[in-house]
């Protein structure tokens, strides 16, 4: 009989947090521990001694898990990068879903999959979700700019919107740059003159 | 022309300008690659990057592929340091509570000697002295162990912590650090921030430490020569226009903006110049040799540089210290350095391995063109390492 395995998932965002621990218990008899605020981070791991460390591969703090790789930690289970041997290919996977993962040492592979597969499934996700919800806070931005621009341009030069809108385009393409770009600039130096 | 891309991935800091003006000002395409240049949030991630084949060259700490190669931190993948990116630029600095202290027992920050800054620390510390530093394999780790041991400091308990840098003036504010060691413009923000001092250049512990290097795998080494080649040399022309005093505010501007570092060009500056900004009253300071991009074939990856890296780790880790050298010496590897820069007209020094720590005043050496002049190569402690001991 195996005790269940301790996993440490390092992750500032709550709702992010929740998505993993709720996707991670449903692949097995699983404790999830999560940490969310990174300093002191090697020290906190190693106080729940855990079995799998799971990371935001974009997360600047990572750095900080390397130390628990060196035979010399505060550990007394070495925690490796979870790269080699059969699992080769499982770890390239969970790079390209931006997670990596470290392991204890010795764990065996067919105990380490299951959690993985989930992790990396998970991660996928949220990672798309991530994108999506970056690009459409940039667009709307950049809406917001825009409209700015034309607001001023149609005040200081009694136009109406649609010539205001043609009046920017005009300029970003003479200039071979972006309307956002370029509204930004009128913005910003009305901003200065104002 | 048609050009090959070529993704890198760096780490925002100002030893990264070689790859960042070898793509903006477009000596890759000239060279037939085109750079596509990507920020890795972390060193570790960095790593992964280059050994998974997301990039095919990187912008690394010196000791990570020796780490690498003496099978330390887990990831096994053989890498190739194929020229060194930058000497020296790294400083040490300290939290307001030191600062104070060490204003208190009258040391004059003047940034120069590192057994009196040493001293001087000693005396004023109060307790274990918590260092932060970037990554666990970086010359900020070799350097600052190396100070301490040799210096007063030997007497006090040092702790060395991972910091990613970005969040090294927050855990100085903080107190879970009392000093750190990293790159700048690192240390020059924190002074920025008002949380803490600059006590010393890593200079100031080793005169000509390789710093960052240019890696890539092993195997793509063998197999994309010709591509290999091309970053090569857009790298060394870009190290080359670097070292002109004309260009340096050209490439403040150019690194500052917000894609690259995001830090401003005037902060940037001081690395460049080495005229520091050294605490938050203004205090200012010189540094010559702040950091080093070409002269003196900077570039060059000496293989004795390696082995005095795998030196420290292999005592550190218990390793046998002939197996680490050799293990390392392959790694910096100046037979490609020598076969792709000889057509642009690099110097090329007669041999590849030095004494390191054993030039007081710049001296000539047998080169390929006869003109090569090596800089002051010294440790604080004047010791003398021998590769082949």
């Known amino acids: ?194 | 022309m048609r050009t090959v891309p070529l993704p890198v991935a760096y780490m925002p800091l100002v030893d990264a300008a070689p790859l960042i003006v070898a793509h903006e000002l477009g000596f890759d395409e000239a060279e037939g690659v085109s750079l596509d240049l990507r920020a890795a949030p972390s060193w570790s991630s960095l790593r992964d990057m280059l050994s998974f084949g997301h990039v095919d060259a990187a912008h690394m700490l010196s000791p990570v592929p020796i780490a690498m190669a003496l099978g330390l931190g887990g990831m096994a993948t053989p890498l190739s340091a194929v020229s060194v990116l930058s000497v020296n630029g790294n400083v040490i600095g300290v939290g307001a509570a030191l600062e104070h202290r060490l204003r208190d027992d009258g040391f004059p920050f003047n940034m120069a000697d590192a057994r009196a800054a040493g001293a001087a620390l000693a005396r004023v510390a109060d307790g274990p002295l918590v260092f932060g530093v970037p990554f666990p394999f970086s010359m900020h780790v070799e350097l600052l162990r190396y100070w301490v041991a040799g210096t007063e400091l030997a007497g006090t308990p040092v702790e060395i912590r991972t910091v990613p840098p970005p969040l090294m003036a927050q855990a100085l504010a903080a107190g879970e650090i009392d000093a750190f060691c990293v790159g700048e413009p690192w240390g020059s923000v924190a002074v920025e921030d008002k949380v803490g001092a600059l006590l010393l250049p890593c200079r100031a512990i080793w005169s000509f430490a390789p710093e960052k290097v240019l890696a890539v795998r092993t195997e793509w080494a063998d197999t994309e020569s010709h591509v290999l080649g091309g970053l090569m040399r857009a790298v060394w022309r870009a190290g080359r226009w670097l070292s002109s005093p004309e260009s340096r505010t050209t490439a403040a501007e150019m690194l500052s903006r917000k894609s690259y570092l995001n830090v401003p060009p005037e902060v940037i500056d001081r690395a460049l110049t080495g005229e520091f900004t050294v605490s938050a009253t203004g205090e200012q300071r010189k540094v010559d040799g702040f950091v080093e991009f070409f002269e003196s074939a900077a570039s060059f990856p000496w293989r004795s540089q390696a082995k005095w890296i795998a030196r420290q780790l292999a005592d550190r880790n218990g390793l046998d210290p002939a197996q680490a050298a050799q293990a390392a010496a392959g790694v910096f590897r100046s037979d490609l350095y020598r076969r792709e820069l000889q057509s642009v007209g690099a110097e090329l020094p007669g041999a590849s391995e030095k004494l390191e720590g054993a030039i007081l005043q710049p001296t000539e050496v047998a080169s390929t063109h006869g003109s090569l002049i090596l800089s002051q190569n010294l440790f604080f402690d004047r010791r003398i390492f021998d590769p082949t001991g």
């Open chain 1, 1 to 194: 009989m195996t005790s269940p395995l301790t996993v440490v998932v390092v992750e500032q965002d709550r709702d992010r947090a929740i998505a993993i621990v709720d996707a991670l218990k449903e692949s097995g008899e699983i404790e999830v521990i999560v940490i969310g605020s990174t300093s002191g981070l090697a020290r906190k791991i190693a106080a729940h001694s855990p079995d799998i460390v799971l990371i935001d591969i974009d997360n600047p703090s990572r750095d900080m898990l390397e130390e628990l790789t060196m035979a010399s930690g505060p550990m007394d289970r070495p925690v490796a990068m979870f790269v080699s041997g059969a699992a080769g290919g499982l770890a390239r996977a969970a790079v390209e879903a931006g997670v990596s993962a470290y392991v204890v040492d010795g764990l065996q592979p067919e105990r380490i999959k299951p959690v993985m597969d989930t992790a990396i499934a998970r991660f996928h996700v949220l990672r798309q979700m991530r994108t999506e919800l970056a690009e459409t806070q940039r667009a709307l931005q950049e809406r917001k700019v825009i409209d700015r621009a034309k607001g001023l341009l149609m005040k200081a030069r009694g136009v109406d919107e649609e010539e205001a809108y043609a009046i920017l385009r005009k300029a970003a393409m003479n200039q071979n740059r972006r309307v956002a770009d370029v509204a930004e600039a009128l913005v910003t130096a009305s901003g200065l003159l104002s």
